[in-house]
T-cell receptor, first 115, second 114 residues
Framework: GDSVTQTEGPVTVSESESLIINCTYS????????LFWYVRYPGEGLQLLLK?????QKGSSRGFEATYNKETTSFHLQKASVQESDSAVYYC????????????FGKGTHLHVLP | GPKVLQIPSHQIIDMGQMVTLNCDPV?????FYWYKQILGQQMEFLVN????????KSKLFKDQFSVERPDGSYFTLKIQPTALEDSAVYFC????????????FGAGTRLSVL
């Protein structure tokens, strides 16, 4: 079935350092899935960070960006300079082209940003 | 932004009892979801509910589970009877147009079955 694999956490970086959280996906359909990054801040529900529905395109939000690479089946999340407020759990996710009833999530990556 | 509220935040019950988890979704959303996350593990899809019907469910959605949203009120997940392996955090979500649209999640209900 469809699946998502992402960097195992926790990941600890210092403020103003760069960040990359790896994400690769496996999709059984011939067409390409929609890809997402969700984030959960402490005490809150998951919220959408960014999404890309077209292979080759890049999504960006709050200084984060991710590029949909169908050749490597990857959707890595990057940020050039993190802030302490970015500390959260980040989830890579997909919605299959053939089943739009569910989002399939990766295990989540806990990010700690040190001041 | 829009909020999904889950009540209660923590529920402790004895094995074999019934439990109902409540979710107040975003108003005017049409699709509703439950996810289950055991500590340290992946967040797993349980069920998608639309127009009064279960549209998709996973094998984790056992016969003891049921969902409903009577008269546009709370979207509920009922487990009857509960088992030890039901201990987890349950997340509710809603969206306006299916899973390709943005899902809005609640903060979760931690269920502890003793």
């Amino acid at each position: 079935g469809d699946s998502v694999t992402q960097t195992e956490g926790p990941v600890t970086v210092s403020e103003s350092e760069s960040l990359i959280i790896n994400c690769t996906y496996s999709a059984t359909s011939i067409a390409y899935p929609n890809l997402f990054w969700y984030v959960r801040y402490p005490g809150e529900g998951l919220q959408l960070l960014l999404k890309v529905i077209t292979a080759g395109q890049k999504g960006s939000s709050r200084g984060f960006e991710a590029t949909y690479n169908k050749e490597t089946t990857s959707f890595h999340l990057q940020k050039a300079s993190v802030q302490e407020s970015d500390s959260a759990v980040y989830y890579c996710a997909l919605v299959s082209d053939t089943n739009a009833y569910k989002v399939i999530f990766g295990k989540g990556t806990h990010l700690h940003v040190l001041p | 932004g829009p909020k999904v509220l889950q009540i209660p935040s923590h529920q402790i019950i004895d094995m074999g009892q019934m439990v109902t988890l409540n979710c107040d979704p975003v108003s005017n959303h049409l699709y509703f979801y439950w996810y289950k996350q055991i500590l340290g593990q992946q967040m797993e899809f349980l069920v998608n509910f639309y127009n009064g019907k279960v549209m998709e469910k996973s094998k984790l959605f056992k016969d003891q589970f049921s969902v409903e949203r009577p008269d546009g009120s709370y979207f509920t997940l009922k487990i009857q009877p509960t088992a030890l392996e039901d201990s987890a955090v349950y997340f509710c979500a809603s969206s306006s147009g299916g899973a390709r649209d943005t899902l809005y999640f609640g903060a979760g209900t931690r269920l502890s079955v003793l």
